[in-house]
């Protein structure tokens, strides 16, 4: 049987066509926005609800978190996750940047993948065939490797943006002295939407051109008599792949409840998620021509069964208590859970002569990750010999565990040819392979830190920080079980930063960090191998500009050594560490106001990544690290528009250069530009309606995002043209 290519694509144009009119007509009453404009102000401090952190329907506000943290509009305030401590912006000895709700609801952004897309330095890497969020920062970074925090937490959801997303905060650089084992690239902190002690709500749909659409809600409130308060986010999504064949289903349900006393807050939430989406891994790279295949990019390569379907689980405790006016203790606990299995139709080689391919049936039957995550603090603000100290004392808990019980593999077969696919050819596997299942990790580490932001005086801030980790981490599969990591270790991480605040609005800085990874492996046997160290040194300026814009531009270097590789011997396959990777680069981001209607982020990042010592690789540039990224999105609010009604339009670029798709740099994926537009029109009746339409890859560029790294016959390919119609209430 072979499938047809879908259809849908073609009504780009009259997409095109409707929000260009809507430009234009709402130009012709830009005059009596202007005269209108106090009138506007007016209404909207009467009809939004700045409490509720819900979508913001009309013009630009301020959104207070329970956590404290702040975004107006699109411009960061301050930022709980590089201190731990809600300090302003300009006053962080590091580059830290915020993707706001405002930017979220704009670019109606669905994944982490497309958030990124505004911020410099990160590009995706192997997101195991789309099922699992992947980033690398300032060059570092891979699959699970811990940096995907929600709400400052480890967790193991394969994919942390959700509808109950508020914002998205990234910290540059080491972040081990507060966030245990990490990579020296930095953390993605996804910040979750709190209960709100003022009633509001929100119910919304979407449809998309490829075919299918969505559905959420989001309620929130007081409940009478009581300090309680209470939230409930609900979602659905029922989308076809652009591909051939193939549809996401998601729904998620997520309950949580805040109790608000004098001196004391917590919140506790759960979220259950269901999903089951294409096992996708994209296409092939010809190393004879150094290119992407010629056949049509929504042509798969694989069978119908290939997909990935599971369950996901959080449950979050968070309480606040001020002991006094100068300390509070903090504790936030979390348990995570995800129980998947998945079925792939592998490709293990490809004749560039013929286009044949060889595929083996391949399934992991029972694979679930758990998650214990931990965190107690005591902030402190205090005089010492008349100079403010900003404290920090805690500590900082993870448990982690992994099983994949069955683990099936069937024979290679040459059954397929990319020019002339036809599907069905090769059935599921049903042989369980004993000497590659039950694999397991068990990771637990347990980290103290200290902290102290010591202000010399107005101008100069001080941030010391000094932190002692231990870990302990058994890996091995086969039945029997072959145990290949057991090992144990501690290490202490300092760090230190330097703010100069030349003006009220400008300010700058510089650091020093360290950063360790253990070395752990499945497969392979790693004994007592020392494990990866990193340092880094930052210098940078922040400044804020027309009452409404911050910004951040870095320069940094990074070493890490004791890479792990491999080193065959007589046959047989050893780990080794002797590696050193360097990275360094300069960043400039900016997010805000420039006019009270015109809102702006823009980034752009320059990494110069390169593998210095390694056998095979030296003198290479890591796999998926793109040496420029960028991006600029523009939004303008027209105001009133044919009566109380409001318009407001946006649109920008992304794209990133060239990426290596192997450590090897036999090929290269081509560099990217790609376009997005949106328009909202919002009617004001009692209870605000709005449309949008948002456009992304308006020319319909086929271009890729990531490789699997390893080899050439994996890389992803972004979405084509999409056009998405979206209507919410919000009341």
Known sequence: MTAAPKIGRDFRPIFLSILLTGTFLSTGTYAQTIEKKDKKSEQEQAISTPDNGDTVLLGTITVQGADGSETDGYQPVTNSSATLTNMPILDIPQAVNVVSDQVIVDQ??????????????????????????????????NNRDGSILTDGLRTVLPKS???????????????????????????????????????????????????????????????????????????YEDI????????????????????????????????????????????????TTGKAVTTDPEIQFTEQYT??????????????????????????????????????????????????????ADSTDGSTQKQHSARADI????????????????????????????????????????????????????????SASDQTIQQKSVTGYAQDAFHLNDQWIMIGGLSFQHYSQYAGRGRPFKVNTDAEGSQLTPRGGLVFKATPTWSLYGNVATSYKPQSSIA????????????????????????????????????????LYNETIAGVNYARTAGRVRSRGFEFDVAGSLTENLSLIASYGYTDAAILEDVDYSGKTPANVARHTGSLYLAYDFGEVWGENTLKVGGGIRGRSKRPGVNSNAYYLPGYIVADAFASYTVQTEKPVTFQLNLKNLFDQTYYTSSIASNNLGNAIGEPFQATLGVSMNF
């Open 108 to 141: 109606d952004l669905k994944t982490l993948d497309d958030v990124l897309n505004n911020v410099s330095g990160i590009t995706q890497t192997n997101t195991l065939a789309g099922t699992q969020d992947a980033f690398i920062r300032r060059g570092f970074g």
């Open 307 to 360: 997909k990935t379907k599971g369950q996901s689980d959080l449950v979050s405790l968070n309480i606040e208590h001020d002991i006094s006016d100068n300390w509070q203790a903090r504790f936030a606990y979390n348990f995570s859970q995800d129980v998947y299995s998945d079925n792939q139709a592998r490709i293990i080689s490809y004749d560039p002569a013929t286009g044949d391919l060889e595929r083996r």
């Open 524 to 563: 392979k046997y790693i004994g007592a191998l020392d494990p990866e160290t990193g340092i880094s040194y930052e210098v940078g300026t922040k400044f804020e500009l027309f009452n409404g814009l911050t910004a951040t531009a870095a320069l940094y270097n990074i070493d890490k050594e004791n890479v």
């Open 161 to 235: 943006f959700t509808a109950t997303t508020d914002r998205v905060e990234v910290l540059k650089g080491p972040t081990s002295a507060l966030y245990g084992i990490q990579e020296p690239g930095g953390i993605i902190n996804v910040i979750t939407k709190k209960p709100q002690q003022t009633f509001g709500g929100s119910v919304s749909a979407s449809a998309s051109s490829f075919g299918g659409g969505g559905a959420e809600f989001d309620v929130t409130g007081p409940i009478a008599g009581t300090n309680l308060a209470y939230r409930l986010v609900g979602s």
């Open 379 to 434: 902030l402190g603000d205090i005089d010492i010999a008349g100079y403010q100290n900003e404290v920090l004392l805690g500590v900082n808990y993870s448990d982690y565990n992994l099983l994949r019980t069955d683990m099936l593999r069937c024979s290679t077969v040459q059954d397929f040819n990319i020019y002339n696919p036809v599907y069905g050819t090769l059935p599921e596997c049903d042989t369980v392979v004993a």
């Open 240 to 287: 076809d792949s652009w591909r051939n064949y193939g549809n996401s289903k998601l729904w998620q349900v997520a309950p949580s409840v805040a109790w608000y006393g004098e001196d004391t807050t917590i919140n506790l939430s759960y979220t259950h998620r269901d999903y089951a989406v294409p096992f996708d891994r994209g296409t092939i790279f010809d190393l």
